[in-house]
């Protein structure tokens, strides 16, 4: 008995402090008005913009979802655990939510619409195209890449004309490298499953964002990445708490 009181305790403590908890955020004015991100954890996002509450891989992991904002849209990148939480999903979905996933997610979560990279859809006015996400270097034990081409998607919004780049989890591939014309862009920073600091540089360096939050960077040396880009003044570097 007193073990079940003792779980019943932690419990209820977990819950207080996940209650308590603050997200950071930023503002970003687009030509629709104020574009409003919330920092969730790992790779979880919420854009709050024109009316629309949009949740990027939401995942249990890093919130109780029932706490959060129900989605008018939802975009999952692919069908690992940490992005593609049917648990997160259904806490946040109703009848008029779109959700937008990659064929593997669809498999875990039997709603939505599955765009595969390389498609361009309008939907509520919101222009989304998709991208492969991949890793070309890391790979599992037997020669598989953590993530295959095909199978995960990266995906690009364009919100009032704010053009923003959500990477999912990828190395510096050749398609994001030719990007143009990205505002903001969110690059995954971790091994062995994404990217090191220096291929997050290379890739910005590359297609120059105006302003790049590395995200999914658990214990990554967030100041590494600083250093690499010191001396490219066209991308603003900015780190939050995930």
Not at 28 to 49: D, E, R, Y
Not at 51 to 76: C, K, W
Not at 207 to 233: C, Q, W
Request: charged share 20%.
């Amino acid at each position: 008995m007193k073990g079940i009181v003792l779980s019943l305790v932690a419990a209820l403590w977990a819950l207080a402090v996940q209650a308590q908890k603050v997200f950071p955020q930023d503002t970003i004015q687009t030509s629709n008005g104020p574009l409003v991100i919330t920092f969730v954890g790992h790779a979880s996002l919420i854009f709050n913009w024109h009316g629309e509450v949009i949740h990027i891989d939401p995942s249990s992991r890093e919130a109780n979802y029932y706490q959060l904002p129900q989605a008018t849209m939802i975009f999952v990148t692919h069908h690992h655990g940490d992005h593609c939480d049917p648990a997160s999903l259904k806490a946040i979905t109703t009848d008029k939510t779109k959700t937008f996933m990659s064929s593997r997610a669809h498999e875990k979560w039997n709603q939505g619409m599955v765009l595969r990279p390389g498609q361009t859809v309008t939907v509520k006015g919101i222009e989304i195209t998709t991208l492969p996400a991949y890793n070309i270097e890391h790979k599992r034990d037997d020669g598989t890449p953590y993530h295959v081409k095909g199978e995960c998607n990266s995906y690009i919004l364009n919100l009032g004309g704010t053009r923003i780049f959500i990477g999912g989890d990828t190395e510096n591939t050749p398609e994001m490298k030719a990007l143009t014309n990205i505002d903001i862009a969110f690059l995954p920073m971790n091994l062995p499953y994404t990217m090191t600091p220096e291929m997050v540089a290379d890739a910005a360096k590359a297609f120059k964002p105006k302003i790049l939050y590395v995200y999914h960077y658990g214990k990554s040396d967030t100041n590494h990445l600083r250093e690499l880009m010191a001396d490219e003044k066209a991308v603003e570097v900015r780190i939050k708490r995930m």
